[in-house]
C-alpha cells in the first residue's frame, strides 16, 4: 500500500505539476459534493484545520477554487470550484484514466474483473460499518 501511495503522489505531480495529490484529491471532494466548507474538508479527510486551511489558501491563490457565501447561512463560508479548477481537475482526471488504461491494457479480462471487484471491496469499507 504504501508503494501505491507513493505511485499516486508521484503521478499527480506528473499530471499537473502545480497540483499535488492532495490538492487533486481536495479538488475532487469539492467537484463531488458541489462545494463544502473548509471544517468539513477537514473532518472528512480526519486532518487538522491548519492543514486544510492552507491547503485551501494554495488552491484560493492558484484561482482553483473560490468561497462564496452559504445561502441559507451568510455567516458561514462554502468552498467552490472555479471554472479553472474545474477545468485542470478534469484534466488531470482525464490524464490518470489513460495512464491507468495503458498500464491495464494487457491484463485478461478476468484480472480485470477480480481487481475491480477488489477495489469496489476495499473502497466501500467503512469503520463504523464494518466494526465488530
Request: glycine share 6%; charged share 25%; with cysteine.
Given at each position: 500500500?504504501?508503494?501505491f501511495a507513493?505511485?499516486?503522489?508521484?503521478?499527480?505531480?506528473r499530471?499537473h505539476?502545480?497540483?499535488s495529490?492532495?490538492?487533486y484529491?481536495?479538488?475532487?471532494?469539492?467537484?463531488?459534493?458541489g462545494g463544502?466548507?473548509?471544517t468539513?474538508?477537514?473532518?472528512?479527510y480526519?486532518l487538522?484545520?491548519?492543514?486544510?486551511?492552507?491547503?485551501?489558501?494554495v488552491?484560493e491563490r492558484?484561482?482553483?477554487?473560490?468561497r462564496?457565501?452559504?445561502?441559507?447561512?451568510?455567516r458561514v463560508?462554502?468552498l467552490h470550484?472555479?471554472?479553472?479548477g474545474r477545468?485542470i481537475?478534469?484534466?488531470?482526471t482525464?490524464?490518470?484514466r489513460?495512464a491507468?488504461?495503458?498500464?491495464l491494457?494487457e491484463?485478461p479480462?478476468?484480472d480485470?474483473?477480480?481487481?475491480a471487484a477488489?477495489?469496489t471491496?476495499?473502497?466501500?469499507?467503512?469503520p463504523?460499518?464494518?466494526a465488530?
Amino acid at each position: 500500500m504504501t508503494v501505491f501511495a507513493r505511485r499516486a503522489r508521484a503521478s499527480a505531480g506528473r499530471m499537473h505539476p502545480e497540483l499535488s495529490l492532495v490538492s487533486y484529491t481536495l479538488l475532487g471532494h469539492l467537484e463531488e459534493r458541489g462545494g463544502c466548507r473548509a471544517t468539513d474538508l477537514a473532518a472528512h479527510y480526519a486532518l487538522d484545520k491548519s492543514t486544510v486551511s492552507r491547503q485551501v489558501a494554495v488552491l484560493e491563490r492558484s484561482g482553483l477554487i473560490e468561497r462564496r457565501q452559504d445561502p441559507e447561512d451568510h455567516r458561514v463560508q462554502v468552498l467552490h470550484l472555479t471554472d479553472a479548477g474545474r477545468q485542470i481537475l478534469a484534466q488531470v482526471t482525464e490524464s490518470r484514466r489513460a495512464a491507468f488504461q495503458e498500464r491495464l491494457t494487457e491484463w485478461p479480462q478476468e484480472d480485470l474483473e477480480r481487481f475491480a471487484a477488489y477495489l469496489t471491496r476495499y473502497n466501500a469499507w467503512t469503520p463504523t460499518r464494518n466494526a465488530g
